[in-house]
């Protein structure tokens, strides 16, 4: 089984853009969460969140990510069942999500990225002070973090069987803890 170390050393090789590393520890964060939650392998799901966009920047264009990064997944011995996960976790790859470890990795892939800009245009500029209610009201506004499909944030939710809202409360809490790697650790300005 592959371990963090290893996919770090994958994700340093092919990553440079520290915002998309944020990401991808996210979602990492986010995979620790559910396979926790769920009784499952948490280092395997971890893994999984970690490699899941190594290959953006080499393949930065959706006919490419991530199916151009398969190979490279294989020359590194990455195990099957997380290439199917990485492969899965793009609608437009046409492979389909089976397991509990493929739903979860596309609900939390989305949502991740929502979270952090919402984070980021609070005055405490920290996940430690965010609610789910703060990540509703952005929702709402669709010019704000347009990247951030919408459609596919409901769509993970209810494959991977949870409430919207639920999920984004979950996935909040999974990711404070890293919250000083994310760049969301400040703390609020006292106004006197």
Not at 21 to 46: P, S, T
Not at 131 to 160: C, H, T, Y
Request: proline letters at 6%.
């Amino acid at each position: 089984m592959m371990n963090r170390k290893e996919a770090l050393s994958i994700l340093h090789k092919y990553i440079k853009n520290p915002n998309l590393i944020k990401h991808m520890l996210a979602v990492e964060a986010a995979m620790r969460f559910y396979a926790r939650q769920y009784g499952e392998d948490e280092e395997k799901w971890a893994v999984t969140g970690l490699l899941h966009d190594f290959d953006w920047e080499i393949h930065p264009t959706m006919e490419e990510h991530p199916l151009a990064g398969e190979p490279i997944l294989r020359e590194h011995n990455v195990p099957e069942e997380i290439i199917q996960a990485v492969l899965s976790h793009a609608p437009h790859s046409g492979i389909a999500r089976e397991s509990l470890m493929e739903k979860a990795l596309f609900a939390c892939d989305e949502i991740t990225g929502l979270i952090i800009a919402v984070a980021l245009v609070r005055p405490s500029r920290a996940l430690y002070d965010l609610k789910p209610k703060s990540v509703k009201k952005k929702w709402k506004d669709k010019s704000f973090a347009a990247g951030a499909n919408r459609e596919e944030i409901k769509q993970g939710a209810a494959e991977l069987g949870v409430d919207l809202w639920e999920h984004v409360g979950n996935v909040i809490k999974a990711m404070q803890p890293i919250a000083g790697e994310l760049g969301l650790a400040e703390q609020p300005v006292d106004n006197p």
